[in-house]
C-alpha cells in the first residue's frame, strides 16, 4: 500500500474546521450507549484538536435507516455520552444548506452532525451529498477504519472537495495490520475462529503463504472434523464446503504453514447445560461441541509462546456463555502473557474477537485490536479499501 497521507504536525491545522468522519456506530439500548469503546478510542484526538483551537465537526452513521426505518437511530444518544468523555458541550446539527453557517457562528468547539445515513445519497456514494459535507469544513480527517471498505459519500467522494487526510487511529491500524501481513517476526501463527468457514475462506487462502502455523477454532473447525472422519454429533457445520476444505489443506501444504485442529472439545446437550470435556473421537451423536478443550488450549499455549507474531480473528467457543468461554479465555491470556514477557507482537480484530477479549479482561495487554469488522477482514484478504485508496500519496 502506498504511504497515506497524514498530519504529523498538529500545528498545521491551527484554527481550522475539522470534518472528522469517525465510526460511532455504537450499540443503544433504553435510548443509552451501552459501550462507548469507540468514542473513548479518539478522546485524545479530540483534545489535540481542542488544543489547536479547532472547530471540529463529528460524522457518523449509526445502523441501517434506510432499511429499517429512521426511529432509534438518532446520534443524539451518542452525543450525550460523547459530552460526558470529552467533557465538552457538543451543539447537535442537523445537515442541510444552514449547517455551515451554525457551524461558523456557533461558539461551540465541537458539533456532532445527525445520523450520515438518513440521506440514501450517504450510501449511494452521492456527489452533491459529499460536496455539502465537505462545505462544513476546512480540512477531513478520516478516523473510521471501520468504515473504509465501503464507498460512501462521507468516506470516498467528499475527498474530491476538501483536503482529505488519515486520521492517527487508522494509521495506527495499517501500521499493525502490516506487522503481520508483510513486516512480522517469525514464527508467526493465526488464530482464526467464528462459525463459518466460508466467510472466512478468502483470509485464511490470503493469510497462509505468510503463517508458519493456521489454528483453527470455533464452530467452523466441525467442518475439517468431518473431513478427517469423526463424528460432531448435533454441531452446527456448513454444508457443501467440501472443496473449500480440500483448498485449505492443499494451500497449507504448498506453503509449508502447519494446519493445527482441537485435539479435544467441550460438549453439551444443551446451551444452558455446563459441558464435559471430550477427545474428538469421544463425541457421541447427540452431543453438541460448544468450545475447544483443556489438551487443545495447552498445545495452542505452546504454539504462542514459540511464535513472535500472533493475528487472532473469531472466538474459539460459544463465549457468551460462561460454560463455553474457557477456550478463548485461556487464548486470550497466553496471547496476553506472551505479549507482556516475551514481546510477541500480538493483534486481534474482528467485532466477536473484541467482544471475547474485552470479557477477559486482557484487552489492556495485546499490541493492537482493531473493533473493525468488515474493513479489518477485507484489509488482510488483500482487498483494496476504498476509504484508504483516496488517502493515498499520489
Not at 453438541?288 to 489438551?295: E, N, Q, S, T, V
Not at 493475528?311 to 456463555?321: C, D, I, K, S, V
Amino acid at each position: 500500500m502506498s504511504q497515506l497521507r497524514s498530519i504529523e504536525n498538529f500545528k498545521n491545522i491551527k484554527d481550522k474546521k475539522v470534518f472528522l468522519r469517525v465510526d460511532f456506530n455504537v450499540p443503544i439500548s433504553g435510548g443509552r450507549v451501552s459501550d462507548a469503546t469507540k468514542i473513548e478510542k479518539l478522546e485524545t484526538n479530540i483534545k489535540r484538536l481542542l488544543e489547536n483551537n479547532c472547530k471540529i465537526i463529528l460524522a457518523s452513521h449509526l445502523g441501517r435507516p434506510q432499511k429499517n426505518g429512521k426511529t432509534g437511530l438518532s446520534l443524539l444518544p451518542v452525543k450525550q455520552m460523547a459530552e460526558k468523555i470529552f467533557n465538552q458541550q457538543i451543539k447537535f446539527l442537523e445537515i442541510n444548506n444552514e449547517t455551515t453557517t451554525k457551524i461558523v457562528q456557533g461558539k461551540e468547539k465541537l458539533f456532532m452532525l445527525e445520523n450520515l445515513r438518513f440521506d440514501p445519497n450517504e450510501e449511494s456514494n452521492g456527489q452533491d451529498y459529499a460536496k455539502l459535507l465537505a462545505s462544513f469544513a476546512d480540512i477531513y480527517i478520516n478516523e473510521a477504519f471501520s468504515c473504509s471498505h465501503r464507498s460512501h459519500a462521507s468516506i470516498d467522494s467528499i475527498t474530491k472537495f476538501i483536503d482529505a487526510y488519515a486520521g492517527s487511529t487508522i494509521i495506527d491500524e495499517v501500521n499493525a495490520l502490516e506487522k503481520v501481513f508483510s513486516k512480522s517476526e517469525k514464527p508467526v501463527a493465526c488464530l482464526i475462529g467464528g462459525s463459518k468457514i466460508s466467510s472466512k475462506i478468502n483470509l485464511i487462502i490470503n493469510l497462509l503463504p505468510k503463517m508458519d502455523f493456521m489454528i483453527i477454532g470455533g464452530a467452523m473447525a466441525n467442518n475439517f472434523f468431518k473431513r478427517e472422519g469423526y463424528k460432531i454429533g448435533k454441531s452446527l457445520f456448513e454444508k457443501n464446503v467440501e472443496g473449500t476444505i480440500s483448498k485449505i489443506y492443499e494451500e497449507a501444504k504448498k506453503y509449508s504453514c502447519d494446519l493445527i485442529l482441537p485435539i479435544d472439545v467441550v460438549c453439551s446437550k444443551k446451551f444452558d447445560q455446563p459441558g464435559v470435556n471430550k477427545k474428538i473421537n469421544e463425541v457421541n451423536d447427540d452431543d453438541i461441541i460448544l468450545d475447544i478443550g483443556i489438551d487443545s488450549t495447552k498445545k495452542i499455549d505452546q504454539i504462542l509462546k514459540d511464535s513472535r507474531t500472533v493475528l487472532w480473528n473469531g472466538p474459539f467457543g460459544l463465549f457468551e456463555y460462561d460454560d463455553f468461554a474457557n477456550g478463548t479465555n485461556d487464548i486470550s491470556r497466553s496471547i496476553a502473557r506472551y505479549s507482556q514477557k516475551k514481546g510477541l507482537i500480538s493483534v486481534a480484530g474482528g467485532g466477536d474477537t473484541f467482544a471475547a477479549i474485552k470479557k477477559s479482561n486482557q484487552q489492556r495487554h495485546f499490541t493492537y485490536i482493531s473493533t473493525a469488522g468488515g474493513a479489518f477482514l477485507e484489509w488482510l484478504e488483500g482487498k483494496v479499501l476504498p476509504g484508504l485508496k483516496v488517502l493515498e500519496n499520489k
